[in-house]
């Protein structure tokens, strides 16, 4: 199994709307990552989780808060959102974090638009 | 810092035809991998191919190839015999130090013609 998956594939919400997306991989691998892309843009990266720990955080407003639950699951937390931040959220994973090595491979992400 | 420059915002090419499309790239590291993301309108990005940097051998996967100049920093992608599935935007990517984190280049939207 090489697929990760990602749920709900549309989501609309409100700026005063709570929302979650989840990814899952049974790869097993430790390495979970959250992106953020835009219309015609490359994917931009929000976090990285590694053995179940937040190991990168690029900046990210603390309207968006992650949670690896355990090693196959990742999820996204939404609150106060702005509609700036509609966006297409991909979820990847790889074998572990901080190699050149290991291949990510791309859930096919969550359209999210807020309104 | 790590870049990866795509210069082709678009290419089209026409159906059983040959394209390439080019990407360059800047680090200091010695030891990285250059990736080929597709991704159709449909979203999933998809790995098309992969290469190590101290493999001086150009990767190929099946119509795909890519021509891996080391030395100039350059890492292009051809597609051999086009098919109208290959229509997709292509990221070309870079990975390498102790981060392991993928940089993309801004991809370059590739249109098959039939």
């Known amino acids: 199994d090489t697929e990760v998956t990602q749920t709900p594939k549309h989501l609309v919400m409100g700026m005063t709307n709570k929302k979650s997306l989840k990814c899952e991989q049974h790869m097993g691998h430790r390495a979970m990552y959250w992106y953020k892309q835009k219309a015609k843009k490359p994917p931009e990266l929000m976090f990285v989780?590694?053995?179940?720990?937040?190991?990168i955080n690029e900046s990210v407003p603390s309207r968006f808060s992650p949670e690896c639950p355990n090693s196959s699951l990742l999820n996204l937390h939404l609150h106060a959102l702005q509609p700036e931040d509609s966006a297409l959220y991909l979820c990847a994973s790889s074998q572990s974090a901080g190699s050149p090595y290991n291949e990510q491979f791309f859930g096919p992400g969550t359209r999210l638009t807020v309104l | 810092a790590q870049t990866v420059t795509q210069s082709q915002p678009e290419m089209s090419v026409q159906e059983a035809e040959t394209v390439t499309l080019s990407c360059t790239y800047d680090t200091s590291e010695s030891d990285y991998y250059l990736f080929w993301y597709k991704q159709p309108p449909s979203r999933q990005m998809i790995l098309v191919i992969r290469q190590e940097a101290y493999k001086q051998q150009n990767a190929t996967e099946n119509r795909f190839s890519v021509n891996f100049q080391k030395a100039a920093k350059s890492f292009s992608l051809k597609i051999s015999d086009s098919q109208l599935g290959d229509a997709a935007m292509y990221f070309c990517a870079y990975v390498g130090g102790s981060q392991g984190n993928l940089i993309f280049g801004k991809g370059t939207k590739l249109s098959v013609k039939p």
């Open positions: 989780y590694s053995y179940e720990k937040l190991s």
